[in-house]
T-cell receptor, first 114, second 114 residues
Framework: AQSVSQHNHHVILSEAASLELGCNYSYGGTVNLFWYVQYPGQHLQLLLKYFSGDPLVKGIKGFEAEFIKSKFSFNLRKPSVQWSDTAEYFC????????????FGTGTQLKVEL | DGGITQSPKYLFRKEGQNVTLSCEQNLNHDAMYWYRQDPGQGLRLIYYSQIVNDFQKGDIAEGYSVSREKKESFPLTVTSAQKNPTAFYLCASLTRRVGGAEAFFGQGTRLTVV
């Protein structure tokens, strides 16, 4: 069964530090990959997505993610975080064919300190 | 405006009662999903449906049931068999576009069983 793993459950960084959040998935077929963010008290918001082509995708608010097919990974990065990036981040994987299942990881809670 | 509407926003029920959460979309999307969000566990997939009159169990389907009689509607029933029904429930729909897919989310229903 398809699964999505986010190994970092809680991350605390100082402002201006670099961020990398890991995401690995288990599905062997063609996938669409997403990162969502949920700010405190708010709803899910799409940060970025990968469908095909350039494995390095850029999203909103300076975030980017790299798809490494051989590692089944889609890690999220940001060179310099801000206090306003404090939120929960979710990786999601959609099977591009067959069942069309959309599975989320357990989330990473990021806290950015001033 | 096109979107996904979940109702009600808050729902209180007595233990042992079945309750149905509504999810309606006017986006003409084929695929619809129900998730349960609990702190520290991310979004867990309950049921999903690719087309009308067809649906599949997700990762935590026990104690839940769904129907998909119309493309626009995907109601979720939380039955008395669900051991811990108090949670935040999210409905989503997904459309396939050239090159990939995009998911849209409702505002959620917070169910409290007392």
């Amino acid at each position: 069964a398809q699964s999505v793993s986010q190994h970092n459950h809680h991350v605390i960084l100082s402002e201006a530090a670099s961020l990398e959040l890991g995401c690995n998935y288990s599905y062997g077929g063609t996938v669409n990959l997403f990162w969502y963010v949920q700010y405190p008290g708010q709803h899910l918001q799409l940060l970025l997505k990968y469908f095909s082509g350039d494995p390095l995708v850029k999203g909103i608010k300076g975030f980017e993610a790299e798809f490494i097919k051989s590692k089944f990974s889609f890690n999220l990065r940001k060179p310099s975080v801000q206090w306003s990036d404090t939120a929960e981040y979710f990786c999601a994987v959609n099977e591009a064919g067959g069942g069309n299942k959309l599975t989320f990881g357990t989330g990473t809670q990021l806290k950015v300190e001033l | 405006d096109g979107g996904i509407t979940q109702s009600p926003k808050y729902l209180f029920r007595k233990e042992g009662q079945n309750v149905t959460l509504s999810c309606e979309q006017n986006l003409n999307h084929d695929a619809m999903y129900w998730y349960r969000q609990d702190p520290g566990q991310g979004l867990r997939l309950i049921y999903y449906s690719q087309i009308v009159n067809d649906f599949q169990k997700g990762d935590i389907a026990e104690g839940y049931s769904v129907s998909r009689e119309k493309k626009e509607s995907f109601p979720l029933t939380v039955t008395s068999a669900q051991k811990n029904p108090t949670a935040f429930y999210l409905c989503a729909s997904l459309t396939r576009r050239v090159g990939g897919a995009e998911a849209f989310f409702g505002q959620g229903t917070r169910l409290t069983v007392v």
